[in-house]
T-cell receptor, first 115, second 113 residues
Framework: GESVGLHLPTLSVQEGDNSIINCAYS??????FIWYKQESGKGPQFIID?????DKRQGQRVTVLLNKTVKHLSLQIAATQPGDSAVYFC??????????????FGSGTQLTVLP | EAGVAQSPRYKIIEKRQSVAFWCNPI?????LYWYQQILGQGPKLLIQ????????DSQLPKDRFSAERLKGVDSTLKIQPAKLEDSAVYLC???????????FGPGTRLTVT
């Protein structure tokens, strides 16, 4: 079936360095993608989203890149801080149109920021 | 703005017992979701409500799981009887019908022994 997956389950970066978290998706009909951050013991928190008619979108210290040709999504975090340590999930709209507004989540990447 | 509220935060039960979780979405959010998140995995949708109607419950194990949102605001998710494999975090999320962005509550961590 359709799925959203991540390339690496864990990622460690030095504080102050940039982080790149990758995600592959399989549903070519998906037109919306979103990144969530989940800290231990908390629910997922919205970071940034992007529609399929865009290649890049920037937020505060975060950038999402979308390559529809290879069905690849990445989240870049600039100047990674200890508070960025969390599990990061990508999710896509899964090609469900109309009023469903449902998301399909990947399995997550654990980002650890080293001092 | 208050976020999505869930209770209890933690629950430990024995297999074959029943359990219920409660969710209060963000005020004005007509769409409510229940997810199951098994350790090390992403959230998996169980059921989606629009106001007090079910939009999609195709992934809800209906032989043991039930959910309701009678007045279109709060929602409860029940498991009866629980199995060991039901151990997970149960997340509630809400959104406005026009948007994909969902706002999540803190979740209820269920342990079935």
């Amino acid at each position: 079936g359709e799925s959203v997956g991540l390339h690496l389950p864990t990622l460690s970066v030095q504080e102050g360095d940039n982080s790149i978290i990758n995600c592959a998706y399989s549903n070519s009909a998906s037109d919306y993608f979103i990144w969530y951050k989940q800290e231990s013991g908390k629910g997922p928190q919205f970071i940034i989203d992007i529609r399929s008619n865009m290649d890049k979108r920037q937020g505060q210290r975060v950038t999402v890149l979308l390559n529809k040709t290879v069905k690849h999504l990445s989240l870049q975090i600039a100047a990674t801080q200890p508070g960025d340590s969390a599990v990061y999930f990508c999710a896509d709209q899964g090609g469900r149109g109309g009023s469903a507004r449902q998301l399909t989540f990947g399995s997550g990447t654990q980002l650890t920021v080293l001092p | 703005e208050a976020g999505v509220a869930q209770s209890p935060r933690y629950k430990i039960i024995e297999k074959r017992q029943s359990v219920a979780f409660w969710c209060n979405p963000i005020s004005g959010h007509a769409t409510l979701y229940w997810y199951q998140q098994i350790l090390g995995q992403g959230p998996k949708l169980l059921i989606q409500f629009q106001n007090n109607g079910v939009v999609d419950d195709s992934q809800l194990p209906k032989d043991r799981f039930s959910a309701e949102r009678l007045k279109g605001v709060d929602s409860t998710l029940k498991i009866q009887p629980a199995k060991l494999e039901d151990s997970a975090v149960y997340l509630c999320a809400s959104s406005t019908p026009a948007r994909y962005e969902q706002y999540f509550g803190p979740g209820t961590r269920l342990t079935v022994t």
